[in-house]
């Protein structure tokens, strides 16, 4: 059973420079989340794919954006990067549902560097 | 006041003993809350998630939700060292479905000593 993958590990950028980070869901999972994770932090959430559609949003600027295909997979594209954008992308796969307690499981993260 | 807030720690015990880790949270509407372990360098783990007031056991872990007060605690007992990571308490601030949203509090470092 293949868990949540992302790409690349990790990634190194120049301030201005745009980036484009790319997650495939645990298998059976249709809802991916991204997260930004800096140093001492814990993850704070950037927004939520179902459907093809941005479901939810966290407060992050629209130089964060996304995308999902509909092999549920998802991008998360960052413009104009700054130094602050440096951190540990997460990505994080459910299966929506009625329920209230939906888990949600992390892929290994992307380490962006921005200098 | 933040959404979920947690001590950060370090919170150290001796090998064998519980350890009890403690999450408060904001908003009064919440319906359900996750522990993640995470190991230096690496992705958050789920280790349980709990929706209902009272405990809910699983191997050596106990979580507790107590609703009234907002607050949800991770008990481990017999600690071992490799217990030693952050843990980071999560509540879903959406409501089911595909809008559900984690709000993760800073995480606790919990330091496990052989």
């Known amino acids: 059973d293949a868990g949540v993958t992302q790409s690349p590990t990790h990634l190194i950028k120049t301030r201005g420079q745009q980036v484009t980070l790319r997650c495939s869901p645990k298998?059976?999972?249709?809802?991916v989340s991204w997260y930004q994770q800096a140093l001492g932090q814990g993850p704070q959430f950037i927004f939520q794919?179902?459907?093809?559609?941005?479901?939810q949003r966290g407060n992050f600027p629209d130089r964060f954006s996304g995308h999902q295909f509909p092999n549920y997979s998802s991008e998360l594209n960052v413009n104009a990067l700054l130094l602050g954008d440096s951190a540990l992308y997460l990505c994080?796969?459910?299966?929506?549902?009625?329920?209230?307690?939906?888990?949600?499981?992390f892929g290994p993260g992307t380490r962006l560097t921005v200098l | 006041q933040k959404e979920v807030e947690q001590n950060s720690g370090p919170l150290s015990v001796p090998e064998g003993a519980i350890a009890s880790l403690n999450c408060t949270y904001s908003?009064?509407?919440?319906?359900?809350f996750f522990w993640y372990r995470q190991y230096s360098g690496k992705s958050p783990e789920l280790i349980m998630f709990?929706?209902?007031?009272g405990d809910k056991e699983d191997g050596r872990f106990t979580a507790q939700l107590n609703k009234a007060s907002q607050y949800v605690s991770l008990l481990i007992r017999d600690s071992q060292p490799s217990d030693s990571a952050t843990y980071l308490c999560?509540?879903?601030?959406?409501?089911?479905?595909?809008?559900?949203?984690?709000?993760f509090g800073t995480g606790t470092l919990l330091a496990v000593q052989p």
């Open positions: 298998s059976g999972h249709d809802t």
């Open positions: 709990i929706y209902s007031n």
């Open positions: 999560a509540v879903n601030m959406g409501y089911g479905g595909a809008t559900n949203k984690l709000i």
């Open positions: 908003d009064r509407g919440s319906q359900s």
């Open positions: 794919y179902y459907e093809e559609e941005e479901r």
């Open positions: 994080a796969s459910s299966l929506a549902s009625g329920r209230l307690y939906n888990e949600q499981f």
